[in-house]
């Protein structure tokens, strides 16, 4: 049975360290297919900078070349608030419900999962694996409810996210790359170079199209 991998977020712009951590967790948890999930109109943030056409073309062209990665539109084109909650339960109806489906977060935003939409049913829907990065204390930023979930979900073994659909928290560390779309923008309405922190491809679409200028 296939294992699908999902990272969500704006990607404005996306950069290596989202194409590093979704390579990382494909590779140890043995997923055969990652999806990457541009967002609409994210609930939890202000709107992207870029426009939804420009960060879906930044994502396929980022993730061109590799045969695991594969772009998710499911909500790009919304225009209503994107809660993951809803993706994964439109991912459900298609890809059936004993498939496995493992969510990347990064620790910061697992740490602040029960702040999401309906967050405790996400574990009815998929499992999430925690990309932690050296000195981050992830266990003294749960509040109550999340370390309780956390405590009875949690497994150290990466074949449990294949042999159920859901339900099991999974934490890796990987390779850390100080990169932040935030900073990207900000060195490019500067006027300064961000060649090696995105792909070639994104990087030449960037100049192309002048954004975050």
């Given at each position: ?82 809660y993951m909650v ?63 979930e956390h405590s ?62």
């Amino acid at each position: 049975m296939k294992a699908f991998g999902l990272l969500g977020g704006t990607f404005d712009p996306i950069h290596h360290g989202h194409l590093r951590l979704a390579e990382e967790m494909a590779e140890a948890l043995g997923l055969d297919e990652v999806r990457l999930l541009p967002t609409g109109t994210p609930p939890h943030r202000s709107a992207p900078a870029a426009s939804a056409i420009h960060r879906l073309a930044m994502v396929q062209r980022a993730i061109t070349g590799n045969p695991r990665f594969r772009l998710d539109t499911h909500e790009i084109h919304k225009t209503v608030p994107c809660y993951m909650v809803d993706t994964l339960g439109e991912l459900r109806a298609e890809l059936g419900h004993d498939v496995p489906i493992v969510l990347f977060l990064g620790a910061d935003a697992f740490a602040g999962l029960a702040r999401w939409h309906d967050w405790q049913r996400l574990f009815s829907l998929c499992h999430i694996a925690v990309a932690e990065r050296p000195g981050y204390d992830l266990d003294s930023r749960l509040p109550p409810e999340l370390d309780a979930e956390h405590s009875q979900r949690r497994t150290a073994r990466a074949q449990d996210l294949r042999t159920a659909p859901c339900g099991q928290i999974y934490r890796l560390a990987i390779t850390q790359l100080d990169i932040s779309a935030t900073g990207i923008r900000a060195r490019i309405a500067g006027h300064r170079s961000v060649r090696y922190l995105v792909p070639d491809a994104v990087l030449d679409y960037l100049q192309h199209h002048r954004l975050y200028q």
